[in-house]
């Protein structure tokens, strides 16, 4: 790292400390700066090829409708669309990879673009990172979602998001765009 030891031991005594501080205290973590990889997340292999000249659009999927919880995704409806058509469909298991890996399971799967319901500014980040198009705050039907997103027509809020990680559901709480959540509200 090019400093002494004891420079190397002040940091990490500063960060166990802070880390420490957050977990007690119930403090938002936030790592910033330096360099570091994303890797690509495990993407199933019954995920297939998109082909050349296509685009894929993922969908938080829930029972037929755009899941509203980006981080507790267990599936995405992925499409694949040539000129200006759905040609393909699959619905894809994420194997309950949870915020940190999904992006980098939506890279592998060769995703360009993401609708969904709420989610949290690190996976904004993650997505961004990831080359990914975010589309946010949508709901309703899956299928009708991408019909109206390549019609030009689809409904999105760009500033959509929904903080789970400030404070525990109800077992059962589902969270839609506009209403109240809890103790916090999406928007």
Request: glycine share 14%.
């Amino acid at each position: 790292m090019g400093v002494s030891r004891a420079t190397v031991t002040g940091i990490y005594d500063s960060a166990r400390s802070k880390l420490a501080d957050a977990l007690v205290n119930g403090k938002r973590i936030r790592i910033t700066g330096g360099n570091y990889r994303m890797e690509n997340a495990w993407a199933a292999s019954e995920i297939k090829a998109k082909g050349e000249n296509t685009m894929r659009i993922a969908v938080t999927y829930e029972n037929g409708m755009i899941g509203q919880h980006f981080g507790r995704t267990e599936q995405f409806k992925l499409y694949d669309i040539r000129d200006g058509a759905v040609k393909t469909t699959q619905v894809v298991d994420t194997n309950g990879t949870g915020h940190g890996a999904l992006a980098g399971f939506l890279r592998a799967a060769d995703v360009q673009t993401l609708i969904c319901g709420g989610i949290g500014m690190g996976a904004r980040m993650a997505l961004n990172e990831a080359g990914i198009a975010l589309l946010p705050g949508a709901d309703g039907p899956a299928d009708e979602a991408v019909e109206a997103y390549l019609r030009g027509t689809l409904r999105y809020d760009l500033n959509e998001t929904c903080h789970h990680h400030d404070h525990e559901h109800g077992e059962g709480h589902d969270c839609h765009p506009g209403e109240g959540c809890g103790s916090h509200g999406c928007h």
